[in-house]
């Protein structure tokens, strides 16, 4: 198990160093592959960067969602009530109703 994280490690770093930088999963595969590391190695690796990131992502939108409600109870709060405004002739006519 240990020698196997070993073996992974430097997937996982060559994987998030170059996903970041913006190239694609599937050329990274090939060119792990092409270094002499096993596909099955690589696919774990790119199985768990994958988990990876869908994780950060759950996380982000959840912060972004959060931040919005609160922009949005913000906006609220600071909005004036509207009052209903009537006219002259309304007023007159409540008087003698």
Same mark, same amino acid.
């Given at each position: 198990?240990?020698? !196997?994280? =070993?073996?992974?490690?430097?997937?996982?770093?060559? &994987? *998030?160093?170059? &996903? #970041?930088?913006?190239?694609?999963?599937?050329? &990274?595969?090939?060119?792990?592959?092409?270094?002499?590391? #096993? *596909?099955? !190695?690589?696919? /774990?690796?790119? +199985? $768990?960067? $994958?988990? !990876?990131? =869908? *994780?950060?992502?759950?996380? @982000? !939108? %959840?912060?972004? &969602? /959060?931040? @919005?409600?609160? $922009?949005?109870?913000?906006? %609220?709060?600071?909005?004036? $009530?509207?009052?209903? +405004?009537?006219?002259?002739? #309304? /007023?007159? /006519?409540?008087?003698? #109703?």
């Amino acid at each position: 198990m240990a020698r !196997e994280i =070993d073996r992974i490690t430097p997937i996982l770093t060559y &994987l *998030r160093k170059n &996903l #970041s930088k913006g190239y694609k999963p599937e050329t &990274l595969k090939w060119a792990l592959i092409n270094e002499g590391y #096993s *596909r099955i !190695e690589v696919e /774990k690796g790119m +199985k $768990q960067i $994958q988990e !990876e990131l =869908d *994780r950060e992502r759950k996380i @982000a !939108e %959840s912060k972004a &969602l /959060k931040e @919005a409600e609160t $922009q949005a109870l913000i906006i %609220s709060e600071e909005m004036p $009530q509207e009052v209903e +405004k009537t006219g002259f002739f #309304s /007023k007159v /006519k409540g008087w003698f #109703s």
